[in-house]
Each structure stands twice: as C-alpha cells, then as structure tokens.
C-alpha cells in the first residue's frame, strides 16, 4: 500500500494519536468513511445534463 511497511503505518498512527486525541478518532474515521463513500456514488451516478443558453433560448422561444 503507496510503498509504506509496517513499521511506517504505525508511526503514523501513533503520529496522528498524539496529534488528535483519542477521542476524535471516531469522527475522523466517519469523516473519512463518508467521503470515501460520497466519492464512490458520484463517481457511479450518470452526470447530469447541461442544457447549452443556446438550447435553453430555443425552448423558451418555442414556448412564448
């Protein structure tokens, strides 16, 4: 996992421990969690479409 051991992940655990506390942990990791998820159902979704002004004039002219 990005090329880092064991030993790596560790330090950046006990790094982010000592930075945060332990008791927002929680809320970062359900932080985290909804935007990974957030992400993944944006990136599923077919994207809307977006009418060009000029499409949009035509519309209204037909309309009036």
Known sequence: MFGLGTTELIIILV???I???AGKLP???SGIGK???NF???TKE???KIDSPKE???DS???A
């Open 15 to 17: 790094i982010v421990l």
């Open 19 to 21: 930075v945060f506390g």
């Open 27 to 29: 809320e970062i990791g």
């Open 35 to 37: 935007g990974i998820r």
């Open 40 to 42: 993944k159902k944006a």
């Open 46 to 48: 077919e994207p809307e």
């Open 56 to 58: 949009e004039m035509e």
């Open 61 to 63: 002219d037909d309309t």
